[in-house]
């Protein structure tokens, strides 16, 4: 690996590396970097340390993310335990969180194809939160999204609607709407 890469190229090299998104012959590559040059180790300790706090924050439950499926797979190929839920546009689903339950995940399944952007409005019942941008998986048409563990262990009962959005800069148009009728879980 060229040792003077620039920072955004030497950030996605390393992670695509910690990722094992390379090939053999690329994996070796880095590796060797990383033994022959202290400033690329540095790096990987630094982008080690932010997946790290990114990780704590998200098992904190200090906010929702919106995720792709290669991530979901990752959380449960670390032995989290998931609480997952596949809702079609117009469907509603029972849903809770066990006490075991490391997140919850939930795969709004949409019609992505030759979408650019979009946006989830979430709607607790009192308040509407808007969330733009969001990053989605086009080809398996769905966004993932995990909501807050504190927030979902604090409900009792209650209706929480999301809905997708593609959204151009001259309109919106709705992909989905998907509802969650929450309840606290109750053992058997």
């Known amino acids: 690996m060229t040792p003077h890469l620039h920072d955004a190229e030497l950030d996605s090299r390393l992670w695509s590396w910690w990722l094992d998104e390379l090939d053999e012959a690329q994996a070796s590559e880095v590796e060797e970097d990383l033994f022959a040059c202290g400033d690329c180790a540095a790096r990987l300790r630094e982008l080690l340390e932010l997946r790290d706090s990114v ?30 839920y596949h809702l079609q546009p117009g469907e509603s689903v029972p849903c809770t969180i066990a006490p075991a339950d490391d997140f919850v995940v939930s795969h709004l399944h949409a019609p992505l194809e030759g979408v650019r952007q979009v946006d989830l409005v979430y709607d607790d019942g009192h308040t509407q939160h808007r969330a733009p941008h969001l990053p989605f998986d086009a080809a398996a048409n769905e966004v993932t999204v995990i909501p807050p563990v504190a927030m979902l262990r604090s409900l009792g009962t209650a209706t929480h609607r999301m809905r997708l959005l593609a959204v151009t800069p001259s309109s919106e148009r709705l992909l989905g709407e998907y509802t969650f009728n929450h309840e606290r879980w109750s053992p058997g």
Do not use: I, W, Y
């Open 55 to 84: 990780r704590n924050a998200l098992r904190d439950s200090r906010f929702a993310s919106v995720v792709t499926p290669a991530f979901v797979r990752r959380l449960q190929a670390s032995g989290l335990r998931l609480r997952e």
